[in-house]
């Protein structure tokens, strides 16, 4: 069989992939959904997976019929609101709330000597990945304030495969989001997502959860 691509890298989302976080920006957009009467449901909390916080509110405020309501400063200061609840959510966060099975993935990723890109939309990313003692384990990290569209468009996967000078082809993308896999997959490159599998259609390879990951069935599958 010829090979058309070698496995080079790994990019990964931080939410709800490498810790909880999902979690926590779930019950701040409660919180803030509920002050604004507008009834938020988990279905709801799987269309904001990997979307920007401002993208996140729009689609909130649309869903409450409630889009026409707020001036941008008010939709601004909205937002402020819900990250400063959520910064004050993740502030107990420890190495302790890294995923199972993530620290042992990454390290079987650095021991075949291959590298490991963040890609999150969260422009709190370096502060999680600070808490969770996890920083020096990226060879670079996606500076998502100069990516100008998010998931599902595949600007920050590619960015990441361009700051690592590798071809998107050589590179697994691992995502808990539904708009994530299709970044994945539009920028050419092999998606693993983490979660039910009917949710992932798109994906080349599902886990339920991060404990399963498996470094070998990965470059396994992805060399087949
Ligand atoms: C993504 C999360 O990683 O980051 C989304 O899946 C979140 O839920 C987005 O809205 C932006 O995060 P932040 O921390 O910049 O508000
Ligand atoms: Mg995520």
């Not at 729009?58 to 909205?78: C, D, M, R, T, Y």
Request: glycine share 4%.
């Amino acid at each position: 069989m010829i090979q058309l691509s070698k496995l080079k890298a790994f990019i990964f989302d931080l939410d709800g992939v490498i810790t909880d976080t999902a979690e926590y920006h779930f019950l701040a957009w409660k919180a803030l959904a509920e002050d604004l009467n507008i009834s938020f449901t988990r279905e709801l909390n799987e269309e904001l997976k990997g979307i920007s916080r401002m993208d996140s509110l729009e689609k909130i405020l649309q869903f409450g019929g409630k889009e026409q309501e707020f001036s941008e400063q008010e939709k601004l200061e909205l937002a402020t609101k819900k990250n400063e609840h959520y910064v004050e959510l993740i502030n107990k966060i420890t190495p302790s709330d890294i995923l199972p099975g993530i620290e042992k993935l990454l390290r079987d990723i650095k021991q075949a000597n291959l590298e490991i890109a963040l890609a999150s939309a969260s422009k709190n990313a370096n502060m999680v990945l600070e808490a969770l003692k996890l920083k020096d384990q990226f060879d670079y990290i996606v500076d998502v304030t100069k990516i100008k569209k998010g998931k599902p468009d595949p600007e920050i996967f590619l960015k990441a495969a361009e700051l690592l000078k590798v071809d998107p082809s050589s590179c697994v993308g691992v995502e808990d989001a539904i708009a994530g896999v299709e970044a994945i997959k539009s920028a050419g490159m092999y998606a693993v997502a983490v979660g039910p599998k009917s949710s992932f259609q798109k994906a080349d390879l599902v886990y339920e959860t991060t404990e399963a990951l498996s470094f070998k069935e990965i470059k396994e599958r992805f060399e087949e």
